[in-house]
């Protein structure tokens, strides 16, 4: 097997695990809601009362329990305290959810410098290792300020993966492979994320009565729930210490297999710039060495920057409900159960990860065809668009399964379009590829970030139907600027493609 096969497999393993530990939460939200948040709810909650949709909701939920109620059997004070605290909770919750993609968004740029600067062995191992730990820290959290402080720190450790996978990519990869190798490392995140919420509820139910956390100490909670559907004794801090401990694996495997560069390519700093020598070449190309407000200063200035910073923002902003919002949404709406919920999620995850096997094939293809600004620009538009349509439909649709058919839809036209993200960005930025990376991450995941809680703030106004259209009206604008993505202009003009 050539060797940069061998690194980009790695490095897609990495990605799955980075999904994994990213995504799990979502999964366990209602029981980690139940453990910290609820049982300190104010016994009123008078300045967030139920809308009359909250109400009826609740009301049809409990004549589906119980078919024997009178048709005009309305909520007991009890029952609307308890659907109160459980809305107050969400909106707290919604902070928990949101906290990891601020974090590692401002520190995408940062981690991708460092990555361009040191090497991408070297910080992706490290990152590996960083967010293993605390990820496995997450099962002893107490409160929701714990909880809120591990959610930053992950998004901090997380924040340089793909920036330096990104840079190992563009090191290993031919012009005309960079789609395909950063598909299938796309591909391994979406795999990862695809296979976390069943594998986390599956986890949760197997480790109930398995001691880990309370070997160390016992959290003082009182377990208090007013979601009928969560799994009891369901042991969510078992499954973040399992987890994280696998992470350290995954970051001893990284470091054993992974090398910056190929052989005979090195790097050596002398006196102020970056000389890349080569096998083949007889003298070495001297190369600027940028700081890290000089990288910036670059990004800052490239129109094609903003519009690919705009594109990921309003992209994330929709695409995050699936990870943060969809368990949440499938159990309000359609009252569907913690394992079916965790098996839809799946779904619609496991049906964008063939977007992504085919989104590399495509945009090198596309390149190769109509030249890079179209090859690069095209598929973006065309796939965003898709995705606008797909949300804009979902108000319309009162099956359960034509909601998760139309949310597949999207999640496999956004991995289809990520291909050509990160092709595009290797394309324009040369020498700064990590920098470029983080740029566009970093505004992606703001939008990430800002998601679940400006998403529950409209469904609680709203309703769940509102806010999938202002996710059909984000993809909109996302397949603007997409359209408008030039890859001909490199990001610094000193860089020769």
Not at 95 to 109: E, H, K, R, W
Not at 209 to 224: C, D, H, K
Not at 418 to 443: C, E, K, L
Request: proline share 5%.
């Amino acid at each position: 097997m050539p060797q940069r096969y061998l690194i980009v497999a790695v490095t897609a393993f990495a990605a799955m695990w980075l999904y994994i530990d990213r995504v799990c939460i979502s999964t366990l939200a209602d029981d980690i809601k139940a453990d910290l948040i609820i049982p300190i709810a104010p016994d009123s909650v008078r300045e967030d009362p139920l809308t009359p949709d909250e109400t009826a909701g609740l009301i049809k939920k409990k004549q589906e329990k119980n078919p024997e109620l009178r048709e005009d059997t309305g909520l007991s004070s009890d029952e609307v305290l308890a659907a109160q605290q459980k809305k107050w909770a969400d909106a707290k919750m919604s902070y928990a959810l949101g906290a990891f993609f601020f974090t590692y968004a401002l520190f995408q740029i940062p981690m991708g410098s460092l990555a361009d600067r040191f090497g991408a062995r070297r910080v992706l191992a490290l990152s590996i290792l960083a967010w293993s730990l605390v990820t496995a820290a997450t099962g002893f959290v107490s409160s929701i300020f714990g909880l809120l402080v591990v959610r930053l720190l992950l998004g901090v450790s997380e924040a340089g993966a793909y920036p330096a996978a990104a840079g190992l990519v563009k090191n290993w990869a031919k012009p005309n492979e960079r789609g395909r190798f950063s598909s299938i490392v796309a591909l391994g995140g979406r795999v990862g994320g695809a296979i976390a919420p069943w594998l986390t509820a599956a986890l949760a139910g197997a480790l109930v009565g398995v001691a880990m956390v309370e070997l160390v100490f016992t959290p003082p909670i009182s377990r208090v729930t007013a979601n009928p559907h969560a799994v009891p004794g369901a042991n969510w801090r078992g499954v973040f210490v399992v987890y994280g401990l696998c992470g350290l694996g995954v970051a001893t495997l990284f470091w054993l297999f992974v090398r910056d560069r190929p052989p005979g390519s090195v790097v050596v700093p002398v006196s102020g710039v970056d000389q890349v020598a080569h096998s083949d070449q007889a003298t070495a190309r001297p190369i600027r060495v940028l700081t890290f407000r000089q990288r910036l200063g670059l990004l800052a200035r490239a129109r094609n920057m903003w519009l690919y910073g705009g594109m990921q923002f309003a992209v994330n902003m929709s695409w995050a409900f699936v990870v943060t919002l969809l368990p949440t949404y499938l159990n309000e709406a359609f009252n569907v159960p913690l394992a079916e919920r965790g098996r839809m999620q799946s779904m619609v995850l496991a049906v964008g990860c063939t977007g992504m096997i085919f989104g590399g094939i495509v945009t090198d293809a596309l390149r190769a065809r109509l030249g890079p600004r179209l090859g690069r620009s095209l598929p973006l538009g065309v796939t965003l668009s898709g995705c606008a349509i797909a949300l804009f439909l979902i108000p319309a649709f009162s099956s359960v399964w034509l909601v998760i058919a139309a949310l597949g839809l999207m999640a496999f036209l956004v991995d289809l379009h990520n291909p050509t993200v990160w092709s595009f960005a290797q394309d324009v930025g040369g020498r700064n590829v990590g920098a470029a990376i983080g740029w566009g991450n970093m505004w992606g995941n703001l939008g990430a970030g800002l998601s679940p809680i400006v998403l529950t703030a409209i469904r609680t106004s709203a309703g769940w139907n509102a806010a999938f259209i202002f996710c059909g009206v984000a993809f909109t604008i996302a397949a603007i600027c997409g359209s408008l993505l030039d890859a001909t202009k490199p990001v610094d003009p000193d860089d020769c493609h």
